[in-house]
């Protein structure tokens, strides 16, 4: 079973995004969960876009980055440079990928999110 994690400063958008598309479009024996730096919250306006596409993260929660899990990762994917800076480090059969995506929070504009939602799922989809 491949283990991906999708990490950002607060897990609160782009890294809760990120596992929502991952699950639905990666293969199903993937273990695939996000965290951050911090934790911010669930977006309402994260939650609002990835229903527009049929994706319900509702039910996901802001964590904080599980040391354990990162360790036994495939994959680790940062998705702004403050989680790529501040990653813990990881052992060197974990890949690594850096998405420097905008952070939509601050412009609290739901064309802003829908953006960043689709360069997510573009990005997610060429993981498959």
Not at 1 to 6: A, R
Not at 14 to 26: C, N, W
Not at 69 to 76: A, G, R, S, T
Not at 99 to 112: F, H, I, K, M
Request: charged share 20%; aromatic share 6%.
């Amino acid at each position: 079973m491949k283990k991906i994690y999708f990490l950002c400063t607060g897990n609160a958008c782009r890294s809760q995004m990120a596992e929502g598309f991952a699950k639905q479009l990666l293969p199903s024996d993937w273990k695939i969960q996000s965290a951050g730096i911090e934790t911010h919250g669930l977006n309402p306006k994260a939650v609002e876009v990835m229903a527009e596409v049929g994706v319900d993260i509702s039910r996901q929660t802001s964590k904080l980055i599980d040391p354990a899990f990162l360790k036994q990762c495939d994959l680790v994917v940062t998705l702004c440079g403050d989680a790529h800076d501040r990653c813990p480090v990881t052992p060197p059969s974990v890949t690594k990928l850096y998405w420097p995506l905008p952070d939509p929070a601050p412009s609290n504009d739901l064309e802003v999110f829908r953006s960043v939602c689709d360069q997510i799922k573009t990005k997610v989809l060429s993981l498959n």
